[in-house]
């Protein structure tokens, strides 16, 4: 962390605490499927700009997620799905996804689709995830905090966005290149193409652990 960072910070008061709501999904909790839980496979936490919040993440995500041996889970900021409303703009929402990653059982994988993209860069930068994805990023900081113990990070946007300043700021910004998919960043929570991309981050996990 920066010493501007770190001063900025320092001098925010703590945002009011809010009782968040969460969906998750364990390997075990799979029946039909009998999968067992992979000691080795990072836990993954899930958020998203959508009002929906935690409940966006669970009719397809969640379970493609356990069915690989992780604990699945997805988290409503303040203002989201379940989660009552309360002051605090950006960083109050990083501090809530801060809040739900260290209940996470081991170091997690956070992933943030949207404006949760830029809760999940912050976040980064106060908690030591085990990776960090960015999908179809918005109102990320031109100048985003250095993540806690260097995790690999991927960027994932529609192939219409890939020549958008934000996302080619953002792919600067951790100097890396984009992976590309095909439709709109609202696509990314149902039907075929939600599944490629989803079967596309699992496997780019899958090789940095």
Sequence with gaps: MSLAAWVRRARTPAPAPVAREYAYLEPADLFDMEIKDDPEASPVLCCTGDPAGAAAFQALWLKRIAGTG??????????????????????????????AAVTVPRQTVLIGHKEGAAWAALAAGRYPAAALVLVSPQKVPKEPPTPVGGPPVLLVVAEAETQTKEV???ADAYGIAPLTFAGSPDDVFKGAGAEGLLDAILSWLARKE
């Design 168 to 170: 080619q700021a953002v």
């Design 70 to 99: 992780r604990y699945a889970a997805s988290v409503s900021v303040r203002g989201q799905g379940g989660t009552p409303a309360a002051d605090g703009g950006l960083e109050a929402r990083a501090h809530d996804l801060v809040q």
